[in-house]
Each structure stands twice: as structure tokens, then as C-alpha cells.
């Protein structure tokens, strides 16, 4: 920079002697000593108010707003100072300056190579080196904040994924949560179903036993009345038939005695002849139970153990009918009336 500023020193004294006019030589000594007091702003607005299309007057203007940091219009001013009475090599020098405070540095190392081939210099050849180094440590930095995005870029993606890996996980976790709850509910709506099927057709089913039961107690009465109604008519139908062969057989021997009363009338007298005794009282009974036995025909008996022999087949013979008439059923009791008066019609007659 203290070369610089010879240089600067230098075109400020050229530019005096060529400038015409005091006014101008004025102004442009107050431009430089307000440059080297670091008055830079000052220094540029006292340069401004020349208003002329010169290089030196460019150049100077260029050096001021870059002591400024106004690296644009330093810019400006250096590609405008191009001419006569300028070095190109510290233009270019100076433009890659520019370049380089403003991080371009590609454009700065174009520049310092351009100053380079016209004019090689030290403090050119070190800002390039310089720009070089900073221009790869900026790509690597670059590249590794690209990767670190990328990288970053492939994490958030990953995350997503999962995220959206563990929301599906759970969509499917509670959708076979809830069709573990719905067959669980069907079941047990099914059993509790069963249960009311079961029990219902176990409460039907005692209903209709009971019912039965009630229907069977209540038909034995019926079918005890509609027994003892039947042995009623048998034992009326017996004693009646009964009644009818007694009636039958006093006709009969009423009819007998008198018709031999007339033969005895007619025939003359005989030889006595054997004639059967009349039946006894207490014989009569046990003729009687024969005949019952027999279906009420009265058939003569036979004295001795004859007479005995066909009154036990009657028996068995009525018994073995009845047996078959009853079936399965318990044989009832029956007594028979044999003798004796005939029981009036309103009367109830009881067998048992």
C-alpha cells in the first residue's frame, strides 16, 4: 500500500502539471492531502465536483471510494481509468483488489492473472495465491455444506420415512386392534345369543313338561273316572245279566215243574224213580258264581270232583280273559254280587 500511495502521490503531481487552470490544481491538492488524512469521503466528494473525463481523475476517484469501502464505485472508476497516463498493471491490480474484497474471487484471480501478463509483480503474484487458496477452502466448504445438506436432506427424509412407517404401524395396529374387538364383540355376542337360545328352549322345554305333567295328572283323574265308569257298567251289565239268567232259570224250572206235573197227570203211575235232589241254599251261591263264570248260561253240575274240575276251569278260563282284556294295567279287584237284592237303579253300585 505505501507503493500505492507513491503511485497515488505521483499522478496527483502529474495531474497538477497537466490539469490547466489554478482552480483545478486547488482542488485536486485538497483531494490528496484530505486522502492522506484519511479523509477519504472528502477527499472523493472534492474529486466529484471536477466533472472531466480523465484517467489519472478516475483512478484517483477509484482509490478513494475503495479507501471508502464503496467497492462498486471503485469498481467504476478503475474500468473508466483505462488510458493515458495510468499503469494497466496497477489497475488491474487494483480491480482484482475489488473483486477480492468482495468475495468474488475468481473474478479477482482472472484479474490479478491479467495483471501478471503484462507486468510481473511480488505482492500480484501473493493475492493470487491468496485467492487461490480461499477459492478452494470456499469449494470445500461449499462441497461439505452441500454434503452436510444433503446429508441433512437425506436425514429428514429418513425420519420421515419412519415417521410415516410408524403412523402406518399404528393405522394397522389399531385397525387390528379394532377387528380383534369386533370378532371378540361378535363372539360374545354370539355366545350370549346361545346362552339366550339355550336358555329359552330349556325354559320352553320345562314349560312343556310341566305343561305335560299338569295335562297327565290332570287326564288320570279322567282316565280313573273313565275306568271306574267302565267297571261300573261291567259290574251293572254282570249283576243285570245275573238277575236276567235267576229270572230265566226260575222260568225254566217253573215251566219244567209244571209240564211234569201234567205228564204225571197223564201217565199212570210208574215205579218210583230216582230224582235228583233239589239244590241247596248254600249250594246256590256257588251255582250261581259257575254260571257268572260260564257268561251266565247255568249248565247242570255234576256231583263229586267233576262238578269241582269244570268250576276251576270257568275260573281260570275268566281269568285268563280278563287278564288279556286288561293288558299291562293292574288287574282290579272285583267283587261280585251273588245273591241277595238287587240294588235299585239310582243307587250307585261300587265294585271295589
Known amino acids: 500500500m505505501k507503493r500505492l500511495q507513491l503511485i497515488l502521490s505521483g499522478l496527483l503531481l502529474c495531474s497538477t502539471v497537466m490539469w490547466a487552470g489554478l482552480q483545478d490544481f486547488k482542488v485536486i491538492e485538497a483531494a490528496r492531502k484530505a486522502y492522506e488524512a484519511k479523509q477519504y469521503d472528502k477527499s472523493a466528494a472534492l474529486l466529484e465536483k471536477l466533472e472531466k473525463d480523465d484517467a ?57 492473472e491479467a495483471a501478471l501478463k503484462v507486468q510481473d509483480d511480488a505482492e500480484t503474484r501473493y493475492n493470487l495465491e491468496l485467492a487461490k487458496k480461499l477459492l478452494k477452502r470456499q469449494e470445500q466448504k461449499k462441497r461439505q455444506q452441500q454434503k452436510k445438506r444433503q446429508q441433512q436432506k437425506r436425514q429428514k427424509n429418513d425420519k420421515q420415512k419412519k415417521k410415516d412407517q410408524q ?96 205228564k204225571k197227570k197223564k201217565q199212570p203211575a210208574k215205579k218210583a224213580q230216582y230224582k235228583e235232589p233239589k239244590p241247596s241254599k248254600k249250594g246256590q251261591p256257588e251255582k250261581q258264581k259257575a254260571a257268572e263264570m260260564n257268561g251266565g248260561d247255568e ?24 287278564m288279556k282284556r286288561m293288558g299291562n294295567r293292574k288287574m282290579p279287584t272285583l267283587m261280585y254280587q251273588t245273591g241277595g237284592r238287587k240294588a235299585p237303579p239310582s243307587q250307585e253300585v261300587n265294585p271295589w
Open 299 to 322: 249248565q247242570p253240575m255234576e256231583g263229586g270232583s267233576a262238578k269241582v274240575d269244570r268250576v276251576k276251569s270257568a275260573q281260570a278260563k275268566e281269568l285268563r280273559r280278563l
Open 56 to 112: 489519472p481523475l478516475h483512478y484517483d476517484l477509484g482509490n478513494a471510494y475503495y479507501k471508502k469501502k464503496a467497492y462498486d464505485k471503485a469498481l467504476l472508476q478503475y474500468k473508466r481509468a483505462r488510458g493515458k497516463g495510468v499503469s494497466e498493471q496497477a489497475r488491474l491490480h487494483n480491480i482484482g483488489n475489488v473483486y477480492f474484497k468482495k468475495k468474488e474471487l475468481k473474478k479477482a484471480i482472472t484479474a490479478y
Open 167 to 262: 403412523k402406518k404401524q399404528n393405522r394397522n395396529q389399531q385397525k387390528k386392534q379394532g377387528e380383534q374387538k369386533k370378532n371378540r364383540q361378535q363372539k360374545s355376542g354370539r355366545k350370549n345369543q346361545n346362552e339366550k337360545n339355550r336358555s329359552g328352549k330349556q325354559g320352553r322345554d320345562q314349560k312343556k313338561n310341566q305343561s305335560d305333567k299338569q295335562g297327565q295328572e290332570n287326564q288320570k283323574p279322567k282316565e280313573q273316572g273313565q275306568k271306574r265308569q267302565e267297571k261300573q257298567k261291567r259290574a251293572n251289565s254282570q249283576g243285570t245279566q245275573s238277575g236276567e239268567q235267576k229270572q230265566q232259570q226260575k222260568g225254566n224250572q217253573s215251566k219244567q215243574n209244571k209240564g211234569q206235573q201234567q
